[in-house]
């Protein structure tokens, strides 16, 4: 049984470029969830996606914006790159909606350099 | 949200237990405490969470203070791969309909010493 699968694992972008993360949930899982982790820093939640809708949000431009499939699988995308946006980006899975649906799992995440 | 407070480092010796503190004095009473590691350039790895009763599993305790202001997880025979990050996360649960916010505090850099 695959966890949570991200591509790329790397990537290399130049500043006001666009980039786009994906995302394959664990299989079962229909909530995903993004986090940007900067070096040094914990991760930082960026959105969550159920039902292909974004439930909520954290303190990120609208730069940051995304999108989930059918199949509950999630993408991240980046407009107009900074080089502050430069981070690990973590995707999250779980299954089911409603109090204490257990653990979350995180991906190995893709990290992203802007230069 | 609320904030959780952890040291920015622990040393413990291989085989002892290793006792992670945290403090949630903010929490409220919808709010959940999760805990998670996270080793060097791996994606974080769950261990356990609990609402307001102790919990226990295969890999640690959670001890939660009876005013739900801090808790303190367990490693109790802790091994050189348990060297991580360890962060405890309060979790709000804004519905039933998957809505949720994950804040992660500042973690702990756990050290296991041979």
């Known amino acids: 049984d695959a966890g949570v699968t991200q591509s790329p694992t790397h990537l290399i972008k130049t500043r006001g470029q666009q980039v786009t993360l994906r995302c394959s949930p664990k299989s079962g899982h229909d909530t995903v969830s993004w986090y940007q982790q900067a070096l040094g820093q914990g991760p930082q939640f960026i959105f969550q996606y159920y039902e292909e809708e974004e439930r909520q949000r954290g303190n990120f431009p609208d730069r940051f914006s995304g999108h989930q499939y059918p199949n509950y699988s999630s993408e991240l995308n980046v407009n107009a790159l900074l080089l502050g946006d430069s981070a690990l980006y973590l995707c999250?899975?779980?299954?089911?909606?409603?109090?204490?649906?257990?653990?979350?799992?995180f991906g190995e995440g893709s990290r992203l350099t802007v230069l | 949200d609320a904030k959780t407070t952890q040291p920015p480092s622990m040393d413990c010796a291989e085989g002892r237990a290793a006792n992670l503190p945290c403090n949630h004095s903010t929490i409220s009473g919808n709010e959940y405490v999760y805990w998670y590691r996270q080793i060097h350039s791996q994606g974080p790895q769950y261990i356990i969470h609990g609402l307001k009763n102790n919990e226990t599993n295969e890999m640690a305790s959670l001890i939660i203070t009876e005013d739900r202001k801090s808790s303190t997880l367990i490693l109790p025979h802790a091994t050189l791969r348990d060297t991580a990050v360890y962060y405890c996360?309060?979790?709000?649960?804004?519905?039933?309909?998957?809505?949720?916010?994950?804040?992660f505090g500042t973690g702990t850099r756990l050290t296991i010493i041979p």
């Open positions: 999250a899975s779980r299954r089911g909606t409603g109090a204490d649906t257990g653990e979350l799992f």
């Open positions: 996360i309060v979790r709000r649960l804004i519905s039933n309909f998957g809505n949720e916010k994950l804040t």
